[in-house]
């Protein structure tokens, strides 16, 4: 008796909810190219006009204050997951469960437990720059500006990173694991698109484009996880921990947060610790503690399955 082995491959059930989209893969190409087109254009103005970028942010802070500053750039980011939803409920005809998890439901203790885990992450590696550096750090307390901060990040952040992991880790993934079949793909190319669409923050054009390592990285550890967990959770519970506790705890004047944080960073741009730390020690030491959290198993199997129309799998 012959076996197909094609029937032994474990197919990614979350990629494989992408065929819930009706119609063409066209569908796909609107919002991520408007999107990418918006990135491309800024990032040619910035460097086209040799624009420092911080010092522009630093004026407009000045003139307008750092929440409001803080609550109008994340508002975009509002309106963008926004449309981007309805763009997928009307246009794909697809659920919005379905676009962030292959359980039943979403797992919001996932989103609580990855918020956790990461935010421990960023408290531990503050500590550790605390502590060899802490001559660069200045406490900086203004009263009821900073509750005011907490408040919108609370609020607005995970709004903002939402946005981004629906985009890039959910609605592209999807998209592309329908054009390419498979879900390495998807993986490689939205990881990348993700670091490169930090290429115009104030970091990068101090730091220089080595820092895009940190930023695709990260791309890669949230897809990784997705593919693996079968699901946007995580993810979701990761990003918005990072960039909250970031925004609220320390803030620079050359960093994409400039907020009225609890300390001020003085120190000079230099691609230190707070690049490769995450990189080479946080990210492997968080993916365990998922694994054993929630008993990965085909690790490199989910990340490399096939994506196939339903028609195609019954027909196996």
Same mark, same amino acid.
């Given at each position: @008796?012959?076996?197909?082995?094609?029937?032994?491959?474990?197919?990614?059930?979350?990629? $494989?909810?992408?065929? $819930?989209?009706?119609?063409?893969?066209?569908?796909?190409?609107?919002?991520?190219? +408007?999107?990418?087109?918006?990135?491309?254009?800024?990032?040619?103005?910035? $460097?086209?006009?040799?624009?420092?970028?911080?010092?522009?942010?630093?004026? *407009?802070?000045?003139?307008?204050?750092?929440?409001?500053?803080?609550? *109008?750039?994340?508002?975009?980011?509002?309106?963008?997951?926004?449309?981007?939803?309805?763009?997928?409920?009307?246009?794909?005809?697809?659920?919005?469960?379905?676009?962030?998890?292959?359980?039943?439901?979403?797992? !919001?203790?996932?989103? =609580?437990?990855? +918020?956790?885990?990461?935010?421990? @992450?960023?408290?531990?590696?503050?500590?550790?720059? +605390?502590?060899?550096?802490?001559?660069?750090?200045?406490?900086?307390?203004?009263?009821?500006?900073?509750?005011?901060?907490?408040?919108?990040?609370?609020?607005?952040?995970?709004?903002?990173?939402?946005?981004?992991?629906?985009?890039?880790?959910?609605?592209?993934?999807?998209?592309?694991?329908?054009?390419?079949?498979?879900? !390495?793909?998807?993986?490689?190319?939205?990881?990348?698109?993700?670091?490169? @669409?930090?290429?115009?923050?104030? *970091?990068?054009?101090?730091?220089?484009?080595?820092?895009?390592?940190?930023?695709?990285?990260?791309?890669?550890?949230?897809?990784?996880?997705?593919?693996?967990?079968?699901?946007?959770?995580?993810? @979701?519970?990761?990003?918005?921990?990072?960039?909250?506790?970031?925004?609220?705890?320390?803030?620079?004047?050359?960093?994409?947060?400039?907020?009225?944080?609890? =300390?001020?960073?003085?120190?000079?741009?230099?691609?230190?610790? *707070?690049?490769?730390?995450?990189?080479?020690? =946080?990210?492997?030491?968080?993916?365990?503690?998922?694994?054993?959290?929630?008993?990965?198993?085909? /690790?490199?199997?989910?990340?490399? /399955? #096939?994506?196939?129309? #339903?028609?195609?799998?019954?027909?196996?």
């Amino acid at each position: @008796m012959v076996t197909n082995t094609t029937t032994m491959i474990k197919r990614n059930s979350y990629l $494989q909810q992408g065929y $819930q989209s009706k119609g063409s893969l066209w569908k796909y190409l609107p919002i991520p190219g +408007f999107f990418i087109m918006v990135m491309a254009l800024s990032y040619a103005v910035i $460097q086209y006009g040799q624009i420092d970028v911080a010092a522009l942010m630093g004026q *407009e802070i000045s003139r307008k204050g750092a929440n409001r500053f803080l609550f *109008e750039s994340l508002a975009q980011f509002a309106l963008g997951l926004a449309v981007l939803l309805f763009w997928v409920r009307w246009i794909h005809r697809q659920s919005f469960n379905s676009l962030i998890s292959s359980r039943d439901r979403i797992d !919001w203790s996932r989103v =609580f437990f990855g +918020f956790a885990v990461w935010g421990s @992450m960023v408290l531990i590696g503050l500590l550790i720059s +605390f502590w060899f550096h802490g001559q660069d750090f200045i406490f900086v307390w203004k009263g009821s500006s900073f509750w005011w901060l907490l408040v919108i990040s609370l609020t607005m952040i995970p709004l903002q990173t939402s946005f981004e992991e629906v985009l890039f880790r959910g609605y592209m993934m999807q998209g592309l694991g329908r054009l390419f079949r498979n879900a !390495w793909g998807p993986l490689v190319v939205t990881s990348v698109l993700f670091g490169l @669409m930090h290429i115009g923050n104030p *970091e990068v054009q101090k730091l220089g484009l080595l820092s895009l390592v940190y930023y695709i990285s990260t791309g890669f550890f949230l897809g990784i996880i997705t593919l693996i967990d079968e699901g946007l959770e995580l993810a @979701m519970g990761f990003h918005a921990a990072n960039n909250i506790f970031t925004a609220v705890l320390v803030t620079s004047t050359w960093t994409a947060f400039q907020t009225d944080a609890l =300390f001020m960073d003085v120190s000079q741009p230099s691609l230190g610790a *707070e690049v490769w730390l995450p990189v080479v020690i =946080f990210f492997p030491i968080t993916f365990w503690i998922f694994k054993r959290k929630y008993h990965w198993t085909n /690790a490199w199997q989910k990340c490399t /399955a #096939p994506v196939v129309p #339903p028609s195609d799998q019954s027909a196996q």
